[in-house]
């Protein structure tokens, strides 16, 4: 079951109206009996969405998680290797929504020229507390195995947890969801938490395709630029976040910086290297001079 993301950026009626309607159409589906209407009230809308938590830490110690070959661990051992995170959260048994944010975030990573579990993490942690490790098994083996050459297999990990546990990391990061009984479905956003490798909350992308170009960028800034090239550090410098447009943007101020800073360098070179041949010229002038003295 999937409705569109929601944030503090995105209040408009219109929102509300287009969220309402996929809600409706949504839980009008094959599931129910002829002439059956489920209804869902305000209150429950409100338990759908994304309360964005940027620049807060994620309680490391206290998230308990069980990995795909079944081992469990801190969320502090998940996550550790000084690397940022793209943290997803999802359920196997979501008919589409989950498949399409994965399927979006695997094809993304193939071009943003990074390698999974090298440069950075990948963990998706189901929101399911009975979802079975078979089936974490199976994600890891089908968005895992598609990685981008050079990535480590260990890149991209699933995970399940209680519901404990679930509950302190969806509310960490503002993570929003709902059962639906009727359905026996989760309703919940699209969104890919990007993380630091300290596990502060960097960057929100929303949707279920992604730009190579945004995910880059949200891995530079979360690594705050200790992975990348010394270009990647200077489009940084020149690129921010854009919540109304959720994707980033060139800020023409930084631009204009550095094309300053680039046109002093080059003014500076040409008067150096036309004051060395003044100066050249000149000494050739006083040797003619002193051979004829």
Same mark, same amino acid.
């Given at each position: 079951?999937s ?64 990995r ?34 994965? !399927? *979006?975030?695997?094809?993304? #990573?193939?071009?943003?020229?990074? @390698?999974? =579990?090298?440069? +950075?993490?990948? $963990? ?11 089936k ?8 895992g ?14 995970? !399940? *947890?209680?519901?404990?546990? #679930?509950?302190?990391?969806t509310? @960490?990061? =503002?993570?929003? +969801?709902?059962? $639906? ?15 630091t ?28 630029g ?12 020149c690129?921010h ?49 002193d051979?004829?003295?």
């Amino acid at each position: 079951m999937s409705v569109l993301p929601r944030t503090r950026h995105d209040e408009g009626m219109m929102s509300k109206v287009i969220v309402m309607m996929m809600l409706a159409v949504s839980l009008l589906g094959a599931k129910s009996s002829p002439g059956q209407v489920t209804e869902m009230n305000p209150q429950e809308l409100q338990n759908i969405g994304i309360d964005e938590h940027l620049g807060d830490f994620l309680p490391l110690e206290d998230l308990s998680f069980v990995r795909d070959a079944g081992d469990t661990g801190s969320f502090k051992q998940i996550i550790s290797g000084g690397k940022p995170v793209i943290l997803t959260m999802y359920y196997s048994d979501c008919p589409m929504l989950c498949s399409l944010v994965l !399927t *979006g975030l695997q094809k993304a #990573i193939q071009d943003v020229e990074f @390698a999974a =579990g090298v440069d +950075y993490k990948l $963990v998706t942690v189901s929101i399911d507390p009975l979802q079975s490790l078979e089936k974490s098994k199976a994600g890891r083996d089908r968005f895992g195995g598609g990685l981008p050459i050079g990535s480590n297999p260990e890149g991209w990990r699933f995970f !399940t *947890g209680d519901s404990g546990n #679930i509950g302190k990391l969806t509310r @960490a990061v =503002g993570f929003r +969801y709902f059962y $639906v009984e009727e359905r026996k479905e989760y309703a919940h956003p699209a969104v890919l938490v990007v993380l630091t490798s300290e596990g502060k909350i960097s960057r929100y992308l929303y949707g279920i395709e992604f730009k190579p170009s945004d995910v880059r960028m949200a891995l530079l800034e979360a690594s705050e630029g200790k992975i990348g090239n010394t270009i990647d550090k200077i489009l940084l410098y020149c690129y921010h976040y854009d919540p109304s447009s959720k994707g980033y943007v060139v800020m023409a101020g930084q631009v204009m910086k550095i094309g300053g800073g680039i046109t002093v360098l080059v003014l500076g070179v040409l008067l150096g290297l036309l004051w060395m041949k003044d100066a050249q010229k000149y000494a050739g002038d006083g040797d003619e001079a002193d051979t004829k003295d």
